[in-house]
């Protein structure tokens, strides 16, 4: 055991710390927390002027949906081949269904258009003659509101992750106490 008052006081905390599943829940929750606090303000939808532009004919569109193993939950989008204009290889591009009806998919096979996408091929803008049927702003407005999701879940977390802690080492100095009250014998409670 050390000597002096601060080397006590460590030695309580750590083993209340490590005695209590309140505190791990609030401090795994704190650790969670930041983490998705830190990727929504971190990362971000990119700009404009960091999107690929690429002009060609849709040659196909389909409708993807997977599932995630981990959480169940599903993400959907379509998926459309654009043959380029200059005659390079093929593109993959994906953009979510809550952002473009079907029928205003498949109206675009086989007509040309002009798409602006990012690293992943996820697009932005997608254009066909005067009609700009994906529109910066409106894309950005929903991708935009999946990172304030993080953000708000993130602080959430965090908060409650906090009072976990303190409700966790509050308990925790309980229990020493009354061990301590009890002449060092295991007390329950």
């Known amino acids: 055991m050390k000597t002096g008052a601060k080397g006590y006081h460590m030695d309580n905390l750590i083993k209340i710390a490590s005695n209590s599943l309140i505190v791990w829940l609030g401090a795994l929750g704190l650790v969670v927390g930041f983490g998705m606090f830190g990727y929504s ?3 971000g939808p990119p700009t404009r ?12 569109a389909s409708r993807v949906t997977r599932r995630s193993r981990r959480t169940g939950s599903t ?6 081949t654009l043959k380029p204009v200059a005659g390079a290889a093929d593109l993959k591009l994906r953009v979510p269904t809550i952002e473009m009806a079907e029928p205003d998919v498949r109206s675009l096979i086989g007509r040309p258009v002009r798409a602006e996408f990012d690293s ?6 997608l254009r066909s003659g005067n009609r700009e049927v994906l529109t910066f702003e409106n894309t950005m407005e929903r ?3 999946s990172f304030r999701q993080y953000y708000v879940d993130g ?11 303190v409700i966790g080492f ?9 061990q301590a009250s009890a002449g060092g014998r295991t007390v329950e409670g």
Not at 75 to 80: A, G
Request: net charge positive.
């Open 49 to 60: 002027a960091s999107l690929q532009t690429v002009e060609g004919t849709i040659s196909e």
């Open 170 to 178: 509050l308990l925790g100095l309980r229990k020493l106490r009354k």
């Open 41 to 43: 303000v971190i990362t």
């Open 75 to 80: 993400n959907s989008y379509f998926e459309m």
């Open 143 to 145: 991708r935009k509101l």
């Open 155 to 165: 602080i959430a977390l965090v908060i409650g992750g906090s009072v976990l802690l």
């Open 120 to 125: 992943e091929q996820d697009v932005y803008v």
